[in-house]
């Protein structure tokens, strides 16, 4: 399985963007890039996916380096209920969700 | 409105006895999942289900038997607990095995003493 790097925790400020970094240099062609988030004592929620290009939902934004090799998660204006650990996860095709330790998001009020 | 619900949210049990983790979906969703995450929160995959049949068996022991009855439930029943099964375990489905976005539910904390 390719491998993701993540910060093991990051803080930001309320109502601040966060920026979220992941780095997969080993990424290969068909492998999609997911984020999943979990809140505290929930269970983990889907939060974006991409391939290449640059993509944007309700919840969040995904940039996507131009060689692949590393992106982030972009909330554009964090609020407390944004605390969570943010899992980045390399997909190809059907295989399985790989979930490894994640960043640690604290959002300071 | 809830999408994915898991039964019971709590299980304290002593070693050596069985129990069962119900798990329900309505969202009319075609694979189904089960999760544990341990101590250390650590998220693996044990179980997956598609349509009933069973394609991923994560080198579980198998003292754990998922059962499907239908596509809308997917249960873990486990033999003989051991100190080591406690942990938290997470039922999820997905539209299709293929599809990327995977809703899990509240999960269960499983504690064995």
């Known amino acids: 399985d390719a491998k993701t790097t993540q910060p093991n925790s990051m803080e930001s400020n309320e109502e601040e963007p966060v920026h979220l970094p992941c780095n997969h240099s080993?990424?290969?062609?068909?492998?999609?890039i997911h984020w999943y988030r979990q809140l505290p004592s929930q269970g983990p929620e889907y939060v974006i996916h991409?391939?290449?290009s640059n993509v944007n939902n309700r919840m969040a934004s995904l940039a996507i380096a131009e060689d692949r090799k590393s992106s982030t998660l972009i909330l554009h204006r964090a609020t407390l209920r944004d605390a969570a650990v943010y899992y980045c996860?390399?997909?190809?095709?059907?295989?399985?969700?790989?979930f490894g330790t994640g960043t640690r998001l604290t959002i300071i009020p | 409105d809830t999408a994915v619900s898991q039964t019971p949210k709590y299980l304290v049990t002593q070693m050596g006895n069985d129990k069962s983790i119900k798990c329900e979906q309505n969202?009319?969703?075609?694979?189904m999942y089960w999760y544990k995450q341990d101590s250390k929160k650590f998220l693996k995959i044990m179980f997956s289900?598609?349509?009933?049949?069973?394609?991923i068996n994560e080198t579980v022991p198998n003292r754990f038997s998922p059962k499907s009855p239908d596509k809308a439930h997917l249960n873990l029943h486990i033999n003989s607990l051991e100190l080591g099964d406690s942990a938290v375990y997470f039922c999820?489905?997905?539209?299709?095995?293929?599809?990327?976005?995977?809703?899990f539910g509240p999960g269960t904390r499983l504690t064995v003493l």
């Open positions: 999820a489905s997905s539209q299709a095995y293929q599809n990327n976005e995977q809703f």
């Open positions: 080993t990424i290969s062609g068909t492998d999609y």
């Open positions: 991409g391939l290449t």
């Open positions: 996860i390399l997909r190809r095709g059907n295989e399985k969700l790989t």
């Open positions: 969202l009319g969703h075609d694979t």
């Open positions: 289900y598609n349509n009933k049949e069973l394609i």
